[in-house]
């Protein structure tokens, strides 16, 4: 081919991408490189390197089982996002344009509103003397206060709602670039409305699912305003565990390989995302 045809490709110098590297480095590598080097310090006065504290945590139950709630509560509130984001992303995408704006705003709605609001707002909704339990009790299906606040069911309801549009988000984009044909050829073979679900429209909409997955668990589990508001200090999740470590104790040693193993620990998850949406593809290609 000549270059008449195909002209060439533009070309940049690196060296313009040296200011955001510069900026890279000095804000997140250093400081992550500073946070394992404080890590690996012994005693709090930061005089002697080993292993303590990675071994303080792996080896305590207590620890381990901080860690456990937290990425389990991250899971519940992705699944949550995703059972009531995905029909809204859907009703979004066939929607008329007017209409379209409307749904937009509910979504991005959270977006707009301070996160400290928005937890007490739920605060509010959750409470003993709250908008549901007042409800319940003037229609009469409950004859006392249900323990609503405080509690992990509390803490995923709020937390969906907030991240509610890192999930949204991604769906309509994945869904608004599906091919309506697509839909009426299956359904013109033969197909049901379930059927063409599962076999066009799911697995098709999979690199949005992936992407809102992946926001929705990372931002979930280091929401430590949520968190701590609407689970009032009860339980206990890797962010709170953190801060007392850092600020109540001042043991900085260990709220440094709390922070690397939870990096560790979130990292894996994004990865094993990553592999399950690429089999989730591979089978619906084959």
């Not at 769906?171 to 299956?186: M, Q």
Request: charged share 10%.
């Amino acid at each position: 081919m000549s270059s008449a045809t195909h002209p060439p490709v533009t070309q940049y110098d690196l060296k313009l991408a040296l200011p955001l590297a510069g900026l890279f480095a000095l804000f997140f590598i250093a400081p992550l490189v500073l946070l394992i080097i404080v890590s690996f310090y012994t005693d709090t006065s930061m005089t002697r390197f080993g292993l303590d504290q990675y071994a303080r945590f792996l080896l305590d139950p207590f620890s381990l089982g901080v860690l456990g709630s937290t990425l389990w509560l991250g899971v519940k509130v992705t699944a949550l996002c995703f059972i009531l984001g995905f029909p809204l992303a859907w009703i979004y995408v066939r929607a008329p344009r007017w209409a379209q704006g409307i749904l937009m705003l509910v979504v991005v709605l959270p977006l707009l509103t301070s996160v400290v609001v928005r937890t007490f707002s739920w605060i509010v909704i959750l409470g003993r003397q709250g908008i549901i339990n007042n409800t319940l009790l003037g229609l009469g299906l409950i004859d006392a206060p249900l323990r609503l606040l405080y509690t992990e069911g509390g803490v995923v309801w709020a937390l969906a709602q907030v991240q509610m549009p890192l999930m949204v988000l991604p769906l309509i984009t994945a869904l608004s670039r599906i091919e309506p044909n697509l839909e009426d050829a299956s359904a013109a073979l033969g197909a049901g409305a379930w059927r063409t679900f599962f076999r066009v429209t799911l697995p098709l909409s999979l690199p949005g699912i992936i992407a809102g997955c992946l926001l929705t668990f990372a931002a979930s589990i280091t929401a430590f305003i949520t968190q701590s508001l609407v689970g009032g200090g009860r339980m206990l999740f890797m962010p709170m565990y953190l801060y007392q470590q850092s600020s109540t104790l001042n043991n900085w040693p260990f709220a440094a390989a709390i922070s690397v193993i939870f990096l560790i620990a979130v990292l894996g998850a994004v990865t094993l995302f990553n592999f399950l949406g690429r089999l989730a593809r591979g089978t619906a290609e084959a």
